[in-house]
């Protein structure tokens, strides 16, 4: 797992996702999670995805910011990379219940605006759908 982007900590500049991208082609069989979907590079980690199937993200820590995450997942939508997202809460920051809740509410946008959906089984694919051994882990 790769803490990349981040506003918060570090230097931006060594923090883009697509510096993994040398890491992804050359470990083809290493299992490549960049936490938090890369925020703020979103579309470069979905990119990233698109072209290593051996990279994967976490969306935990984007619950909080419904626009971002929106724009995030129909980013992923149109590379088709969501089978590779994976839930995370981001806990102690979020509960595992708050950030499911917050997740499930995306499209409410509230009355008078419309926009397209995020489908409500890309949602519960990401918090259900998602064994361990997809990333070669044996629950076991």
């Not at 917050?102 to 946008?109: K, V």
Request: with cysteine; hydrophobic share 45%.
């Amino acid at each position: 797992m790769f803490h990349c982007g981040g506003a918060y900590t570090g230097n931006l500049e060594f923090s883009d996702p697509v510096l993994l991208d040398t890491v992804a082609m050359a470990f083809p069989d290493l299992k490549i999670i960049v936490a938090h979907y890369g925020q703020p590079y979103m579309e470069q980690t979905a990119i990233l995805m698109r072209k290593n199937e051996n990279v994967f993200a976490d969306l935990s820590a984007r619950f909080h910011r419904p626009w971002q995450l929106y724009n995030g997942l129909m980013i992923a939508e149109e590379y088709r990379v969501t089978e590779r997202l994976l839930f995370g809460s981001d806990f102690p920051v979020r509960t595992t219940a708050a950030a499911i809740a917050e997740f499930r509410g995306l499209n409410d946008w509230g009355a008078g605006l419309a926009m397209p959906r995020i489908p409500e089984e890309t949602i519960e694919a990401i918090l259900f759908e998602r064994p361990l051994s997809l990333l070669g882990i044996d629950p076991a």
